[in-house]
């Protein structure tokens, strides 16, 4: 029985050393795109869990962490997006 | 991984625990006096609590952070009934006793007491948390 030598022909899972193009690679449109699906997820949960409080099948503090849970994700989404429009006002802001 | 999020599922959790003990001392104060039921007079119940992993994945890797807690069962109390001579009762016995629930009522009130402390007590845990988080948002500013 004779032992394969390992070379180049494995193809790497990800491959690290080409930049990743818009094709492949994540932008940061897709990744705001993510957390504002994640703010209107946590919100539909917090009506939810609202509407279930007040039909008397859940609990207030179930309510209350739902609601705190979207308002927490909101700001993150927030402090995202502010970051992102800094950075894009500081490169058109750049003299070329 | 851990997040600070499990941390405050595994208090609401806790919430749910409390929640449900104050329940039963509400049940045995209500049923104090109470001497019909299924099968005989009420008898006092009691809440028994398990801990609950919140990540079941961590917690089969053993290495999970925050452990809530899950009521594994409401049990009766099986100490013997009070016997009360009342013989106008309709439930008396021949010889003129009747049997009622063994709830001590100062019992019950100290019981949902503390449930009701612990409850408090997880609302500032799951507070605490909740700034946590809020002061690291701040962190970008």
């Known amino acids: 029985m004779s032992i394969v030598p390992v070379d180049g022909s494995i193809t790497p899972v990800v491959d690290i050393a080409t930049p990743s193009s818009k094709e492949n690679g994540v932008g940061f449109g897709d990744s705001l795109t993510r957390l504002i699906g994640a703010v209107d997820t946590s919100g539909q949960e917090a009506n939810s869990a609202v509407a279930r409080m007040l039909d008397g099948s859940g609990d207030v503090h179930d309510a209350m962490i739902a609601l705190q849970r979207a308002e927490l994700t909101f700001q993150m989404t927030m402090q995202v997006r502010n970051k992102l429009v800094q950075a894009y006002q500081e490169i058109m802001r750049m003299p070329v | ?141």
């Open chain 2, 1 to 141: 991984m851990p997040t600070l999020t499990d941390a405050i599922d595994a208090s609401a959790s806790a919430l749910a625990a409390e929640r449900t003990r104050i329940e039963a001392a509400v049940s045995n104060l209500a049923n104090a006096e109470s001497t019909r039921g299924p099968d005989g007079p009420y008898r006092r119940r009691e809440v028994v609590l398990a801990a609950d992993p919140t990540n079941q994945f961590d917690a089969a890797l053993g290495r999970a952070g925050a452990v809530g807690v899950r009521v594994a069962g409401i049990v009766e109390d099986d100490s013997p009934l009070k016997q009360r001579f009342q013989p106008s009762h309709p439930d008396a016995n021949e010889a003129g006793f009747v049997a009622l629930p063994n709830v001590n009522p100062s019992e019950e009130v100290v019981d949902m007491l503390s449930a009701a402390r612990a409850y408090q007590a997880n609302l500032a845990a799951i507070g605490l948390v909740r700034d946590l988080i809020r002061q690291s948002l701040e962190l970008s500013r």
